[in-house]
């Protein structure tokens, strides 16, 4: 069975403090693993997406990276701005759904 | 070029009535997706529209359907309401192509059942 799992649920840093977040899933076939980042009572916005293994993408002080069970979103010397939930989601070959983890909330204190 | 957009923003209904929820997608994009989110939960697959016809389905009940329009719009229906439909119900556009293709998300509608 397709499943994503994030970790942690929650973390809280100091601004300027860098930190990476976990995403770990099983998927059958992976078509693409897709980072979000969503703001309380909004839809998630569109961060990266990897396609295989040793792929990595940069955005300002993000940066995702894939290996063959996990993905990693590393953060650099953030700001209260970056304070939201980053989603992690696969996609595999059985369909064309997105499986979703469970989030996690990142809080950046100034 | 439009981004997706959802209405209404917010929604309150009382336990057995219907809802009509609807999204525009955004130019150039003729795939739409609905999610359901539970709060402090990632979203959860509901069902997917192409050429105005459902292209895969979560495990929803037939209580939840949707349609698309010619002008890849979509509606998502949900009769009975039941207290666990409370939720924040997504809307994303894509193009049927590639695997992977990104998904962009609209803003949502929040659902409260009483």
């Known amino acids: 069975e397709d499943q994503v799992t994030q970790s942690p649920e929650a973390l809280r840093l100091q601004e300027g403090e860098s930190s990476s977040l976990n995403c770990s899933y099983t998927?059958?076939?992976?078509?693409?693993l897709f980072w979000y980042r969503q703001d309380p009572g909004k839809g998630p916005e569109f961060l990266f997406t990897?396609?295989?293994?040793?792929e990595e993408k940069e955005k300002e002080r993000l940066k995702a990276t894939l290996t063959k069970k996990e993905s990693f979103l590393h953060i650099t010397a953030p700001k209260p701005e970056d304070s939201a939930t980053y989603l992690c989601?696969?996609?595999?070959?059985?369909?064309?759904?997105?499986?979703w983890g469970a989030g996690t909330k990142l809080i950046i204190k100034p | 070029e439009t981004g997706v957009t959802q209405s209404p923003t917010h929604l309150i209904k009382t336990r057995g009535q219907q809802v009509t929820l609807r999204c525009s997608s955004q130019?150039?994009?003729?795939?739409v997706s609905w999610y359901q989110q539970a709060l402090g939960q990632g979203p959860q697959f509901i069902f997917q529209?192409?050429?105005?016809?459902?292209?895969g389905r979560g495990n929803f009940p037939p209580r939840f359907s949707g349609l698309q329009f010619p002008n890849y719009s979509s509606e998502l229906n949900v009769n009975a309401l039941e207290l666990d439909d409370s939720a924040l119900y997504l809307c994303?556009?894509?193009?049927?192509?590639?695997?992977?293709?990104?998904?962009?998300f609209g803003p949502g509608t929040r659902l409260t059942v009483l």
């Open positions: 994303a556009s894509s193009t049927w192509g590639p695997p992977g293709d990104t998904q962009y």
């Open positions: 130019s150039g994009h003729n795939t």
């Open positions: 529209y192409y050429r105005e016809e459902e292209n």
């Open positions: 998927v059958s076939g992976l078509r693409g």
């Open positions: 990897l396609y295989s293994a040793g």
């Open positions: 989601a696969v996609e595999g070959d059985s369909n064309y759904q997105l499986i």
